[in-house]
């Protein structure tokens, strides 16, 4: 507790033994005043001389000043303890609130302290402690075991296992080791790492990501000038009906005016818009926060919002659905010999070959006897020819069998890669290799229709066979196949015009996407760790290369949209119970503070829980 | 120009929004946002009355509440 709070409490503790005093004492008349005016001074003095000060820059509608004529009309028309209930419930409940407030503030500020203070730059063989921001490009920075590092670079030299949790939320440590690039927040676990700085720490990856979230809150989402609107005028409006309510009964329906005062001071009472104003941006914040800490870097508030409306979800395939990564997914031997064994020979021929194809080919291969394999030719471009078990054997593109003379007629391409396998100068059939599916990409689409998407879409560059099969073993419902990439904005264009009424949402790898992924409504990109582009173009940016966050990145949208609305209806409905009460003369002060500052506590705890997403991404270690 | 302030003391939401609208009707100003959960003020305003116009927003934000300060 700070020293303000420990004042305020004590105020408040010694304000309500005096006021359960004076309710206990059994006074009439001036005493009575005198026993409650005590407790009402000590508890309320700093709300009175803020009033005052108020009137002096012609504040009306100030809190304090509501709050100071509400209380000091109760005690005019003899309701005491009213009064004194009043401001003390007042002062509690702000109490609470800053709070509340506060240790909100902290987690925000604790999800954010991914930024090291200082770097052990070494120069001359010596190490200095200095500022992040004080290390050049090339300078050899020195990350200790349980350290930050503090800039971007690559290991010069060193080996460790990285926990870039702070960065990706992705808690499995990352084997690094000398030449390998390293960012800036993640945490070295167990070597010494001598890094070398490959860019300033203004435009490091902490520094960018830092920035990102803080600038998010200047995206405000529309339920935010919703509210901001709703605001300006919600005051006003209830202190004129209140000014209504205490003039119209008495003076047309012959009213009593103590008690039409007494309604219209509880109006001034729920007059401040306050949980309103401090919990739905708090709530949006909480998800944009709680959203970084999984690797889910979201640019604003109003994208959060947006997401929330997700009905189509467009996919980039290569980088997005899939690795990437090559793999063999068909063996068609035409000659008289077994699928095993045509595989086995294309990878013999290649057993050498650095390129993708050769290695997948290798890799489905399994064990391979390399004395085997005799006089190897590379045609570049084309493929290989070697000597394998001391028969001629060619490995390769079409080209290659045309060059040799061979036919390929029973063959029909379909869009992916397929490697034309020759033995003994015979055409002996072909091998398909395609890029393979990340892992978790059918769960994710699945995850996807269950939160209500109404369309999933694959946009490739593949023949339409293939893209076909992959859709369908993904389960998407549709897809766009042979695509340049400048048609991709286009297809975007024309899926835009088939929407619904919700919001189109185009995931891709941020590489050369940027036009698609800033046409579309909202624009995802993945694998966001050390891209700038992506970064740049992209509403919403994962981290890492998990296609599931796209799921979970929709969830803590709705989720948010969920919290902000509960706490709309439920600040608007307490206060417009108070105020339908105080209109049918029936309004209790007591409940009116409670629609105040009570409603403002529970939906800033309200809001905080926007923060909660899923499981902590790593127990932080000391630094 | 367009330049970050902290603000200390910062203590209401409601005030920080008034806050805003008072300081963009300042001659001069283009944008202001007042984040009340990191107490920081984002101000974009003319070049050449730069500093005035701070000062200014200092004195409106005083008005509103007389806690509040801008730190510079």
Redesign the interface.
């Known amino acids: 507790m700070t020293g303000k709070q420990k004042r305020t409490s004590a105020r408040i503790l010694l304000s309500a033994i005096l006021f359960g005093t004076a309710i206990i004492l059994p006074l009439q008349g001036n005493a009575r005043l005198i026993v409650f005016i005590l407790p009402y001074l000590i508890i309320g003095a700093d709300v009175l001389w803020?009033a005052l000060?108020g009137i002096a820059?012609a504040?009306i509608f100030?809190?304090n000043f509501l709050m100071a004529l509400a209380t000091i009309g109760a005690l005019c028309i003899g309701e005491y303890p009213e009064a004194v209930a009043v401001m003390l419930f007042y002062q509690v409940g702000e109490f609470f609130q800053?709070y509340a407030?506060n240790r909100?503030?902290q987690s925000?500020a604790a999800l954010m302290d991914i930024c090291p203070d200082s770097a052990n730059l070494e120069k001359d063989g010596e190490l200095f402690s200095v500022l992040p921001d004080a290390v050049n490009v090339g300078d050899i920075i020195v990350v200790k075991p349980g350290e930050r590092i503090p800039l971007d670079g690559s290991i010069v030299t060193g080996s460790s296992s990285l926990n870039t949790a702070a960065l990706t939320g992705e808690p499995l440590p990352r084997p690094v080791s000398a030449g390998d690039e390293v960012f800036s927040g993640s945490i070295n676990e167990t070597g010494l790492l001598r890094i070398q700085v490959s860019r300033p720490f203004a435009d490091s990856t902490v520094s960018r990501i830092l920035e990102l979230v803080?600038n998010a809150?200047?995206n405000k989402a529309k339920a935010e000038h919703f509210i901001?609107r709703f605001?300006?005028w919600y005051t006003p409006c209830v202190v004129g009906a209140a000014l209504l309510v205490a003039l119209i009964p008495p003076l047309c329906l012959r009213g009593d005016w103590q008690k039409w005062l007494y309604q219209a001071l509880t109006f001034l009472v729920v007059s401040?818009?306050?949980a309103l104003?401090?919990s739905i941006?708090?709530s949006f914040?909480g998800g944009i926060g709680g959203a970084s800490r999984r690797g889910i870097l979201v640019k604003g508030g109003n994208y959060l919002e947006a997401l929330a409306d997700a009905e189509t979800v467009v996919f980039d395939k290569t980088g997005t659905l899939t690795s990437g990564n090559f793999r063999v997914t068909e063996i068609c031997p035409l000659l008289d010999i077994t699928a095993r064994d045509l595989l086995t020979y294309a990878a013999l021929a290649e057993i050498y070959s650095d390129h993708p194809i050769a290695r997948s080919l290798r890799d489905a291969a399994g064990e391979l006897d390399r004395t085997r394999v005799d006089t190897v030719h590379e045609e570049a471009g084309l493929g290989v020819r070697a000597m394998v078990d001391g028969t001629p054997v060619a490995a390769g593109s079409r080209q290659l069998m045309d060059a040799l003379c061979l036919t390929v007629d029973s063959f029909s391409e379909n869009g992916s890669t397929a490697v034309h396998v020759a033995i003994d100068n015979q055409y002996a059939g072909y091998i398909i290799i395609a890029d393979e599916p990340k892992p978790h990409t059918a769960d994710t689409i699945a995850a996807l229709r269950r939160l209500g998407i109404r369309r999933t879409v694959m946009l490739t560059g593949d023949r339409p066979a293939r893209a076909a099969q992959i859709a369908a073993s993904l389960g998407l419902d549709d897809y766009r196949a042979e695509l340049l990439p400048h048609d991709k904005v286009a297809c975007i264009e024309s899926l835009l015009t088939e929407q619904t009424g919700g919001r189109l949402i185009f995931v891709g790898d941020g590489i050369n996407d940027a036009p698609a992924l800033s046409r579309a409504d909202i624009g995802i990109a993945m694998g966001g760790l050390g891209t700038d582009a992506a970064i740049e173009a992209a509403d919403l940016v994962i981290m890492d290369d998990s296609i599931a966050k796209v799921a979970e990145a929709i969830a803590i949208a709705r989720r948010t949209r969920r919290i902000v609305r509960q706490n709309i209806i439920f600040a608007l409905s307490v206060k417009g119970l108070v105020l339908l009460a105080g209109l049918v003369g029936a309004a209790n002060m007591w409940f009116a503070v409670f629609a105040d500052v009570g409603v403002a506590l529970l939906a800033v705890v309200n809001a905080m829980r926007c923060l909660h997403t899923g499981h902590p991404a790593s127990v932080e270690q000391k630094s | 120009m367009k330049k970050v302030f902290k603000m200390r003391d910062l203590d209401c939401a409601n005030c920080a929004r008034k806050m805003e609208d008072a300081i963009r009707r300042i001659d001069g100003v283009a944008d202001v946002q007042i984040n009340f959960l990191l107490q920081k003020m984002v101000l974009t305003a003319d070049d050449t009355h730069f500093d005035e116009i701070v000062e200014q927003a200092a004195r409106v934000c005083r008005k509103i509440e007389r806690h509040c300060v801008i730190l510079r």
Do not use: G, M, W, Y
């Open positions: 803020h000060s820059h504040q100030d809190e800053d407030v909100s503030r925000i803080e809150s200047a901001t605001a300006r401040c818009p306050c104003v401090i941006p708090l914040f």
